[in-house]
């Protein structure tokens, strides 16, 4: 990986429908080696996958609920059932193992409060779980699916020409 890699990567993040032509144009490239390096990036896994962001708002998503859990089990069992139970709730878009007074940490999106609430309901009806507490974000200031590329290790020495 070097700095043409990340300025493709910023760009990708940017607009992912990109064509590559535009890409390579905006990085100093020609369109095939462009296209080995996007190639390259995603058979490596830096590229996960491409996709579209949607307007919550537009999709009736538009409460945001981050719910803090606490479980007083501590297994591997327990876990990898939490895990698919969770998986199975399109409302869940980020799930997280924390460290601290928290044990998971959901970021589930939904309608209105009565969503949020047949979806606890049926949460609690299928795993055990100790405590559950829920923050409704009452405006998001800030979100963005781009990752800052800063810390991305490069390698000086490629020349970055092809």
Avoid at 41 to 52: C, F, L
Avoid at 80 to 95: A, C, T, Y
Wanted: hydrophobic share 45%; with cysteine; aromatic share 8%.
């Amino acid at each position: 990986m070097d700095r043409l890699d990340r300025k493709i990567l910023r760009l990708l993040q940017e607009d992912s429908t990109l064509a590559v032509a535009d890409v390579a144009k905006k990085v100093g490239l020609s369109t095939t080696p462009c296209w080995r390096r996007i190639q390259k990036m995603e058979e490596d896994g830096v590229i996960r996958k491409r996709v579209a962001l949607l307007d919550p708002v537009k999709v009736n998503t538009r409460v945001t609920v981050f719910v803090s859990i606490r479980t007083n089990a501590h297994s591997i069992e327990w876990l990898k059932r939490f895990s698919e139970v969770v998986g199975e709730f399109p409302e869940v878009v980020e799930f997280y193992r924390m460290s601290g007074d928290v044990d998971y940490l959901l970021r589930v999106v939904v309608p209105d409060i009565a969503a949020y609430d047949a979806f606890y309901k049926r949460l609690i009806a299928r795993i055990e779980i100790r405590d559950v507490s829920s923050a409704f974000a009452m405006e998001q200031i800030k979100y963005t699916t781009e990752l800052p590329l800063d810390y991305m290790v490069v390698d000086n020495q490629k020349s970055g020409e092809e």
